[in-house]
């Protein structure tokens, strides 16, 4: 399964953006699907994870409150609402799968870079 994640770009503070991950097929193979964000010189960081077969939502600390993970299965996508967003929000955010609760994610999509700046 290819991973195609979408819908990033610049927002003024406070604005909002909905990001979408789109699976090449049925990702109903994989346990869940998460988001992780990454800026120049640091490591890659968490911020969402739902499960696909019930849709349960996990967020980091950093975003939990502002933003909102869902799935839509019969289009094979996961989406991040984002909302209330500050300048450190900015960042290559991805999307990537994994196929049991203990397992890496070892499917990774492309990044799409998300920009909060007045």
């Known amino acids: 399964v290819q991973l195609q994640a979408s819908g990033g770009g610049v927002v003024q503070p406070g604005g909002s953006l909905k990001l979408s991950c789109v699976g090449s097929?049925?990702?109903?193979?994989?346990?869940?699907v998460a988001w992780f964000r990454q800026t120049p010189g640091k490591e890659r960081e968490f911020a969402a994870h739902?499960?696909?077969?019930?849709?349960?939502?996990s967020y980091s600390d950093s975003v939990k409150g502002r933003f909102t993970i869902s799935r839509e299965r019969a289009k094979n996508t996961v989406y991040l609402q984002m909302s209330n967003l500050k300048p450190e929000d900015t960042a290559i955010y991805y999307c990537?799968?994994?196929?049991?609760?203990?397992?890496?994610?070892?499917?990774w999509g492309q990044g799409t870079q998300v920009t909060v700046s007045s």
């Open positions: 097929r049925s990702t109903s193979y994989y346990y869940g």
């Open positions: 739902i499960t696909w077969n019930l849709g349960t939502p």
């Open positions: 990537a799968a994994r196929s049991s609760a203990a397992s890496s994610y070892n499917n």
